[in-house]
């Protein structure tokens, strides 16, 4: 039967992400990474057939949701950014003319006084209309898969929302609450009713913004960013030349990199395709696609296991959640009065590193290689195909869902539990488990209790920890006079190199 389901469960994932893409002409708006909008992402009018995979003997009892906020306007930063790229628009048009290389067919129209649609905007980064529609239909479609679990009264309690302080994570939890426990109330014409949110603060939570209180995956962020442009700018430099050569205007890497970040801001949130993106051709595309996934690789996910692991409080606060369910389920507590779901709203940085964590997106042996702290090769360039991309890992509103289910044996009515993991509410795969229905056991002794050593003090104390993520072994006393001639050479050395600057 768990073959039997695992078949299904592939196959599903298969038609919804891979088939569809392959036959569907070209659009850019599924290739923009984690700026990708989740209906370009995700097929939803498929998804309520994928939970005919499980057995009739068994019904959901607990869910755990972590989501990506929905989409949103670009933040102040990058609202300053297209400022300046008016400007510089406007001067290599100027130049053109200037110096008579320009091309009236060459040059696209559209550049031509062209000003940022968020002129004039001090603000930015909120959670935009499209953005709400997102998560208050996600939660719509969350209701009507599991009705079992959400067929109670709303009680906090019962249904926990909880949020980063980010407004546009809470700006989530509450579309996604509207549509959750829309017709459970009396408030207006959609009978809605109130309800909580909760956050931690920002220098405290260990849950859903791990990254920003975590001292080495901060060290290692900052030491490695260099890095990671470094490895883009083969890319940026190769469809420079090609734009120069095209529109005979005089772009600059940064120009290339600017353009490509408005693509995807008119792409995913105004739907203009034949702007920004007209400037480049399909190839181009699927290349700067790359150097985003591969950024995300590096700096969010694989690249390194201190990027994953410290998301291991996460995991740790979903599986006591279930254990208190079936604690709750073979107590039988009166009229079932336990926990039924915590719902939690976060950003790519959460979900990106929760997916590692249970071994999505991986290759061949990848899932091994991990698992020995092996680093993984670089998601291979087009026009090789990949799992690891940005816009199924975490695009806007992206979310994991595990789904603990209680299965009654017919024969002596004891209870067995599974645990069947979603991601974007698909069912996958897990390495570990080899099956998307998971018994609870095993999911317990093969993905949570390995990750456990992985202590979060421990691993995000910088002082504590080098560069690679590993403790020092105990230094013997001629292993430490070793290091101080060690230490006394190289100081020599240096100076040599200095003084011949």
Not at 182 to 190: A, I, R, V
Not at 247 to 252: D, E, I, S, T, V
Not at 384 to 412: E, H, T
Not at 483 to 491: A, D, P, Y
Request: proline residues 6%.
């Amino acid at each position: 039967m768990i073959h039997q389901m695992t078949i299904i469960a592939v196959f599903s994932f298969l038609a919804l992400f891979s088939a569809d893409a392959i036959a569907a002409p070209f659009d850019v708006r599924r290739h923009l990474s984690t700026v990708t909008r989740y209906d370009a992402s995700t097929d939803t009018s498929n998804l309520v057939s994928f939970s005919s995979a499980i057995p009739n003997a068994c019904q959901p009892i607990h869910l755990n949701l972590v989501a990506r906020h929905g989409t949103r306007s670009p933040t102040k930063k990058r609202i300053k950014e297209l400022d300046r790229l008016t400007t510089r628009l406007a001067t290599l048009v100027e130049e053109a003319n200037r110096d008579g290389t320009s091309d009236a067919p060459s040059i696209p129209g559209w550049i031509q006084g062209w000003e940022s649609p968020w002129k004039g905007r001090v603000k930015g980064g909120e959670l935009i209309n499209l953005g709400e529609e997102e998560l208050y239909r996600l939660a719509l479609r969350v209701r009507d898969r599991f009705p079992e679990i959400f067929s109670k009264d709303y009680h906090p309690d019962l249904y926990p929302i909880k949020a980063t302080q980010v407004p546009r994570a809470a700006a989530s939890a509450v579309a996604f609450g509207t549509g959750l426990f829309s017709g459970k109330g009396t408030l207006g014409p959609g009978q809605h009713r109130a309800f909580s949110v909760v956050s931690e603060s920002r220098a405290s939570d260990i849950l859903l913004r791990f990254y920003d209180t975590c001292a080495t995956y901060k060290d290692y962020r900052e030491s490695h960013e260099p890095q990671v442009e470094k490895l883009k700018e083969p890319v940026l430099e190769e469809i420079t030349s090609a734009l120069i050569s095209r529109h005979r205007l005089n772009f600059k890497r940064q120009d290339v990199a600017s353009l490509w970040f408005l693509c995807k801001q008119e792409a995913s949130l105004l739907d203009i395709t034949n702007q920004a993106c007209g400037l480049f051709n399909e190839t181009e595309i699927h290349l700067l696609e790359w150097t985003d996934d591969l950024e995300v690789f590096l700096l969010k996910g694989y690249g390194k296991s201190i990027n994953y692991w410290m998301g291991v409080p996460l995991l740790q606060d979903m599986f006591q959640t279930m254990q208190e369910a079936i604690q709750a389920n073979e107590e039988n507590q009166p009229g079932g009065m336990y926990e039924r779901a915590r719902l939690r709203f976060a950003h790519a940085e959460t979900i990106v590193p929760f997916s590692c964590l249970l071994g999505l997106f991986l290759e061949g042996d990848e899932y091994e290689r991990i698992q020995r702290s092996e680093s993984l090769d670089l998601p291979p360039k087009p026009p090789q195909d990949r799992n690891w991309r940005g816009s199924s890992i975490a695009p806007f509103a992206g979310n994991n869902m595990l789904v603990l289910y209680q299965c009654r044996d017919k024969q002596d009515q004891n209870s067995s539990y599974h645990v069947q993991v979603l991601h974007n509410e698909v069912p996958v795969t897990l390495p570990a488990c080899g099956t998307d229905f998971c018994p609870f056991e095993v999911f317990k002794d093969r993905v949570v209790l390995p990750l456990l050593k992985h202590e979060f003090n421990s691993i995000c104390d910088a002082k504590s920890v080098v560069r690679d993520v590993e403790v020092p072994k105990p230094c013997s006393w001629s292993c430490k006079f070793s290091n101080f001639l060690s230490g006394i050479f190289s100081s020599a050395q240096s100076q040599r190199e200095n003084s011949e600057l």
